[in-house]
């Protein structure tokens, strides 16, 4: 006995509906799963090495070094997102295909594409909810670790290659950039400063370097300064005064990594670093970066699909495993290259933010219609 059209297409609604349900569910337990236990990983490979490292460090204690380490694991965390969404993508796909439940999806009429409204409604979900709330708790949480690291071990707790701040400010007398190699924590005393002033035609008019420089209201002070100016003989000065237009909070807003800004403030930082003097691309191309997250899931979603599809009794899935890793090891390679480019001015910050993620979504999507679809 035929059932009505009308009865059919009810039914397969009810089908696609409990099936969109019951995907959806998967796959927001794989992925949880896989994040908590990366996550557990690198908290307790982070609070070993902080351990360490605070070894021979007088009144640090055990429970100190665990806040600390948890202060900074969700910025770790949050760089391996994708990959979490790759893996726990993968893995469902694998288990669905191993016990033919998507081979029973596919004889009942859902395509591919069906099967994949759920994890990519999830992928763009997840995306923005770690954007707008994961990202500003995980800045907030960075930005305090790396003022705890500074008091425990130096500035952020790393030996960067170049550390330096650089500073720009116009001035009554003309414009002035001041390198220094670090900041106080209020930003009002520098060490190892350089200042290169220039008068107000542009000319470059003198170089002053200092072991150390102080910020008071509207003036910088240079002590034990030593002065070079064109065509005439370096001279030291005891103290050395120049005219200052710049505020401690514009400059230690300037110094904050662009990753320790939570995204809700990037902007407004950009806009006052920028109007402080500052190079503000790194907070422009983290702006672009984290808006770009929800279609860099998507992407991951689609080329797990394109590498976990197969039928096992078709054989090679170990093969097809590793190259949905590859694939996802790639990607990531891919955009911290671009990334670096465009930290580096070398290109736009809205082309490096967003090219790896619409770039992979157009790959995974075209490997998976022409492996669906022929």
Avoid at 95 to 105: G, K, M, P, Q, Y
Avoid at 173 to 182: L, M, P, S, V, Y
Avoid at 258 to 282: C, H, I, N, Y
């Amino acid at each position: 006995m035929c059932l009505p059209q009308k009865s059919q297409n009810g039914i397969r609604a009810m089908i696609g509906w409990t099936l969109s349900r019951y995907l959806s569910a998967r796959f927001l337990q794989t992925i949880g799963a896989v994040f908590l236990m990366i996550s557990t990983m690198i908290y307790v490979i982070d609070f070993v090495e902080l351990l360490r490292r605070s070894g021979d460090i007088p009144g640090v204690s055990p429970g100190f070094i665990a806040y600390l380490s948890l202060l900074r694991v969700p910025s770790v965390t949050e760089q391996i997102m994708p990959f979490c969404v790759l893996f726990g993508t993968m893995a469902t796909f694998l288990t669905l295909t191993r016990t033919l439940e998507l081979l029973v999806a596919r004889a009942v009429g859902v395509s591919v594409w069906g099967f994949l409204v759920p994890p990519l409604a999830i992928a763009v979900t997840a995306g923005i909810a770690s954007v707008i709330l994961f990202n500003p708790l995980s800045a907030t949480m960075k930005h305090r670790a790396d003022a705890i690291e500074t008091q425990l071990f130096g500035r952020n707790g790393k030996q960067n290659d170049d550390a330096s701040l650089w500073i720009r400010q116009q001035g009554i007398d003309g414009e002035a950039f001041i390198k220094a190699g670090q900041a106080s924590a209020d930003g009002t005393k520098l060490t190892s400063a350089i200042a290169y002033v220039y008068d107000r035609a542009g000319a470059f008019e003198q170089r002053i370097a200092a072991p150390t420089a102080k910020l008071w209201p509207g003036v910088w002070q240079f002590d034990n300064a030593r002065l070079m100016s064109p065509g005439e003989e370096p001279f030291a000065a005891g103290t050395y005064l120049l005219a200052a237009s710049v505020s401690p909070n514009e400059i230690m807003e300037g110094a904050i990594a662009p990753d320790s800004v939570p995204f809700w403030e990037l902007q407004s930082l950009r806009a006052a670093a920028e109007t402080a003097g500052l190079d503000g691309l790194g907070y422009r191309l983290q702006f672009h970066t984290l808006l770009a997250r929800p279609l860099l899931f998507v992407a991951m979603v689609l080329i797990a699909a394109a590498f976990s599809l197969r039928f096992f009794r078709f054989g090679g899935i170990q093969k097809m495993v590793l190259g949905g890793v590859g694939a996802g090891f790639v990607l990531y390679v891919a955009t911290k290259l671009v990334g670096d480019l465009g930290g580096s001015g070398l290109l736009n910050p809205l082309v490096a933010g967003w090219s790896p993620a619409i770039v992979a979504s157009l790959l995974g999507a075209f490997a998976l219609l022409n492996q669906e679809d022929g």
